[in-house]
Structures are given as C-alpha cells and as structure tokens.
C-alpha cells in the first residue's frame, strides 16, 4: 500500500505544479496550440503560442524509451524545462532528446 500512496502523492505535486504553472505562464490559458508531428502515433509533440512566449510539450505514449529527433520538427536555439513527470529530465532543450516511458517534457523554447 505504501506504493500506491507515494504514486499517488507523486501525481498530487505535479498536479500542483502545473495548477501553479497555469496562473504563472500565460501562454498555457491564451496560447495559439500547434501540432507537430501529427503521423507519430507513440509521441505527441505540440507548441503554444502568443506574443511573449513558446511552449514545446512532448509526451511519450508508450512504456519504451524514445531517442526523439525533436529538432526535426522544431527550430529552437534554446529552451529550459518548466515541468516533467520525471526529475532527471534534460534542463535544457536539445535538438534531439531521451523520452522516457511515459514521460511528459514541457520547455519554454526561443
């Protein structure tokens, strides 16, 4: 049982983090979406939008990691993790990046 609780006490943080995220960054509620990627059935890749900011999020919808060529689909000189459902996740945007099972990636791109 002490499994299950320390999952479910993991989802309550991220959750809380990204309630958070929401209030603070303001291309999450008023960002123009773009998909990317769209025949990739194993990792959905998308931005967000406005003026002021880019978002990248990149989800992998399988339980195998993922060597992820996102600079493909992306042009970004930099960029730095905002969240991840993983604590060892890559700080900083790369042109191509791990994808751990399951993992969520959220950066702020330029």
Not at 53 to 79: H, M, R, W
């Amino acid at each position: 049982m002490l499994g299950r609780k320390k999952w479910t006490a993991t989802k309550l943080i991220l959750y809380k983090k990204l309630v958070q995220l929401r209030h603070e960054v303001p291309v999450i509620t008023d960002g123009v979406y773009k998909l990317l990627d769209a025949d990739n059935e194993m990792v959905y890749t998308y931005l967000r939008k406005n003026e002021d900011e880019t978002l990248l999020v990149i989800c992998n919808f399988t339980k195998e990691t993922i060597d992820y060529p996102v600079g493909d689909f992306v042009k970004a000189s930099q960029g730095t993790l905002l969240i991840s459902n993983y604590d060892d996740a890559p700080q900083q945007y790369a042109d191509a990046i791990e994808l751990k099972p399951y993992g969520v990636y959220v950066y702020e791109i330029k």
